[in-house]
């Protein structure tokens, strides 16, 4: 079972949406929600170009230790774990089912958040490993080859538009679980929404 991590383990989406605010409005520029939501789930590089198509901000590397300095605060004080997925990843692993993490978060980020949530996992993808984010697949198959699986005897868990994209482009079954009540028919190419997540659901895709 492979796992997204942001949205899908933990509720920081909020948080890095408050960190690109504070980021971005001394360059003069007020973050949108249009802003975040056409952002969700992608890689840093790729929310990086989208806003400086909106305003002059210094390049990746440049902007990235200020947004980190806001982000790892925000993380550091007020990040939570979703109790569903804690259960669900407890139930997977007492029946010994191997899980990864595929995150489109840079590995400094990615290692900051699963430590907040209090997560541990053996194999684990950043957005800054692979050569394409979400939606293309490449993480998933990576996180597949590691685990030592053919990809389509994996399963993934996903909670954004790109995430559910990546994971059918994979060719692995794809479980979409919905964090804003309302907001489900964008996941709608995901094989199964739901809106809490259980061992249960994500066991009767891997039937599939």
């Known amino acids: 079972m492979i796992f997204d991590c942001d949205g899908t383990l933990v ?13 971005l409005t001394p360059y003069g520029y007020a973050v949108t929600d249009a802003d975040l939501a056409a952002c969700t ?11 400086a198509e909106r305003v002059e901000i210094p390049s990746p590397d440049v902007l990235w230790p200020e947004l980190r300095t806001e982000l790892f605060a925000l993380l550091d004080s007020r990040l939570k774990p979703f109790d569903d997925a804690v259960q669900a990843l407890a139930d997977l692993r007492a029946r010994g089912i191997p899980v990864a993490v ?4 840079v590995r400094e ?23 394409r984010g979400k939606p ?34 994979a060719g692995m079954p794809t479980l979409g679980v919905c964090r804003v009540p309302g ?14 997540l259980s ?8 039937s599939l």
């Open 11 to 23: 509720d920081s989406e909020p948080l890095a949406g408050e960190a690109w605010r504070r980021t």
């Open 102 to 105: 595929a995150s489109s978060s």
């Open 183 to 196: 907001t489900e028919s964008t996941l709608a190419v995901a094989d199964r929404v739901v809106n809490i």
């Open 41 to 51: 789930g992608v890689t840093y590089t790729r929310t990086h170009a989208y806003l």
């Open 109 to 131: 980020r990615l290692d900051r958040t699963l430590a907040g949530g209090g997560f541990q996992f053996e194999i684990s993808i950043a957005g800054d490993e692979v050569s």
């Open 199 to 206: 061992a249960a659901e994500i066991l009767a895709l891997g």
């Open 136 to 169: 293309a697949p490449d993480m998933f198959i990576l996180a597949a080859q590691r685990l030592g699986v053919d990809p389509r005897r994996c399963v993934v868990v996903e909670d954004s538009a790109p995430g559910v994209a990546a994971g059918r482009a």
